[in-house]
C-alpha cells in the first residue's frame, strides 16, 4: 500500500458511465514509490479520497476495503456481446433484440430438456 497526497486535475465521464479520475502529484520522488505506484497499472486496486490527512481509524477502514472491479463483463454481457456480433457478422435479418431473445429462449429450452 501506497499513500501519497495529490490534487485532481481532472474528471472525465467514459462512454460506459464511469469516471476516469487523473491525480497529480509531487509527493512521489523516490523511484522506489514511483515503481509501486506503477505497479498499481492496469490492476484493480482501493482507492480512499479524503481532503487532508487520514486518521489512525480511517485507515484501518481502507486496510478492510473489498476491491471489486466492475470494469470485467459479466458472463452474461458477454454472452450478448458475443451474439451481437455473430448476428452482424452473418448479416441477419431483424432488429438484434429479438434475435437476442429468441437465442436465449432456445437456449433456456436446451436446458430446461435436461432437467429431470
Same mark, same amino acid.
Given at each position: ?7 485532481? /486535475?481532472?474528471?472525465? +465521464? !467514459?462512454? /460506459?458511465?464511469? !469516471? ?6 509531487? =509527493?512521489?520522488?523516490?523511484?522506489? =514509490? ?8 492496469? $490492476? ?13 481509524? =480511517? ?6 476495503? $473489498? ?5 470485467? $463483463? ?18 441477419? +435479418?431483424?432488429?438484434? /433484440?429479438?434475435?437476442? $431473445? ?6 433456456? /429450452?436446451?436446458?430446461? =430438456?435436461? !432437467?429431470?
Amino acid at each position: 500500500m501506497i499513500i501519497f497526497q495529490g490534487i485532481i /486535475d481532472k474528471i472525465t +465521464t !467514459l462512454k /460506459d458511465r464511469s !469516471l476516469k479520475v487523473t491525480i497529480e502529484t509531487q =509527493e512521489l520522488t523516490n523511484p522506489k =514509490e514511483i515503481a509501486e505506484v506503477f505497479d498499481f497499472s492496469q $490492476k484493480p486496486c482501493a482507492v480512499a479520497l479524503k481532503e487532508g490527512e487520514f486518521e489512525a481509524n =480511517e485507515l484501518e477502514d481502507i486496510g478492510e476495503a $473489498k476491491v471489486e472491479y466492475k470494469g470485467d $463483463k459479466t458472463p452474461g454481457q458477454l454472452l450478448r456481446n458475443t451474439l451481437y456480433v455473430y448476428w452482424n457478422q452473418e448479416k441477419l +435479418t431483424g432488429d438484434f /433484440d429479438t434475435f437476442y $431473445k429468441k437465442q436465449m429462449g432456445s437456449f433456456t /429450452d436446451r436446458i430446461k =430438456e435436461k !432437467l429431470n
